[in-house]
C-alpha cells in the first residue's frame, strides 16, 4: 500500500528540500493529500480489472453446478512527466537575497499540485497525449450516476438521493470529490 504525501514527506528527514516539497505538493491540494501514493518502477503500471463475477448457484443432493469463471480485463497506464523548469537569475538572488528562489521554488510546486489536480479530474490522453486520462473520461456507461434520480436531466441539481446513490457504489469510499462552490451547496 502506499503512502500519502505526507506521510512520505515525514520518510525523508534527511533531505529536508524533499520532504519539504513533498508537503507543500500536499498543502496545495485537497484531492492530491487524500491519495496514497506509491513508486512504480519502469515506465508502466500493469494490473487487472473485475470485469464480471463467476455464476454462483444452489443446487440439489447428486445435483451439479454449472461451471463458470469471472472475467479479468489486465490493463496498463503508462507514466506520464509532469513537472517544469525554473530558472531564477544569480544577480536577483544576489542583490535581493535567497528568498527570491525559495519563493518562486514555491509558486512552481504549488502551479504543479493544482495541475496534476486538475488532470486528475479533467485530464485528456486524446487531446494531449503527454497527459493521463482524468475522472471525466474513465467513468462511462453504467457508471454514471444522474444528479437527480426522480428527475434525471442534464441540468438537473444534484439530490442527497443520488449522492448517496453514488457513495453505494463505491466500496470503502473515504471521500467525495466536488468544487468549493459544490461543498458550499451540500453543506447548507
Known sequence: MGLTLLEASKMNSGEIK????????????????????????????????EGSLPGVAFRGYNEGYTPSTG?????????????????????????????VRASQESMKVKALSLHIADKIINGDSLSNPREFDGLRKRIVGSQL?????????????????????????????THLIMSKDMRRKLQK
Open 71 to 99: 472475467i479479468i480485463n489486465p490493463s496498463v497506464e503508462v507514466l506520464k512527466i509532469a513537472g517544469g523548469q525554473l530558472d531564477v537569475d544569480k544577480a536577483m538572488i544576489k542583490t535581493r537575497g535567497p528568498g
Open 145 to 173: 450516476i444522474a444528479a437527480n434520480l426522480t428527475a434525471p436531466s442534464a441540468n438537473s441539481a444534484l439530490s442527497l438521493e443520488a449522492l448517496d446513490a453514488a457513495i453505494d457504489e463505491v466500496d470503502g469510499a
Open 18 to 49: 524533499r520532504a519539504s516539497v513533498i508537503e507543500m505538493f500536499a498543502e496545495n491540494s485537497d484531492l492530491l493529500r487524500a491519495f496514497n501514493w506509491e513508486d512504480v518502477p519502469g515506465g508502466s503500471l500493469s494490473y487487472n480489472v
